[in-house]
């Protein structure tokens, strides 16, 4: 059983920045997709970013292209969102997800329209104008 646990949520001024981690425990990095969603309370969670493990490839939103950016540190295994330029509509309940990729699949088989198996339970993340 995997569990995620992110950290490093917390309220900055609007052009500042926040780097988030997710520890992951119960399985290694491997054969995985790994992402970050975000939800607002009333509205749709939404994918932000999301990345293939063993890299080659990785998804980011259009309204956080350029200014968000996924990673993963195999040797501690934690997945990382650093987040720069932020603005006030990045407000939200920011999570971490994974899920298996199917042995022999390509790693943009990793899609936000894929059934995430893996949930944290979040860290929030306000920006204030």
């Known amino acids: 059983q995997v569990q995620l646990v992110e950290s490093g949520g917390g309220s900055v001024q609007a052009g500042g920045s926040l780097r988030l981690s997710c520890a992951a425990s119960g399985a290694t990095f491997s054969w995985m997709c790994l992402g970050w969603f975000r939800q607002v309370p009333g509205k749709e969670r939404e994918a932000v970013a999301i990345m293939s493990t063993g890299g080659g490839y990785n998804w980011h939103a259009d309204s956080v292209e350029g200014r968000f950016t996924i990673s993963q540190d195999n040797a501690k295994n934690t997945l990382a969102l650093q987040m720069n330029s932020l603005q006030p509509e990045d407000t939200a309940m920011y999570y971490c997800?994974?899920?298996?990729?199917?042995?022999?699949?390509?790693?943009?088989?990793?899609?936000?329209?894929?059934?995430?198996?893996?949930w944290g339970r979040g860290t929030q993340v306000t920006v204030h104008s």
């Open positions: 997800a994974a899920t298996t990729r199917p042995y022999g699949t390509t790693p943009a088989w990793c899609t936000p329209g894929r059934s995430w198996t893996y």
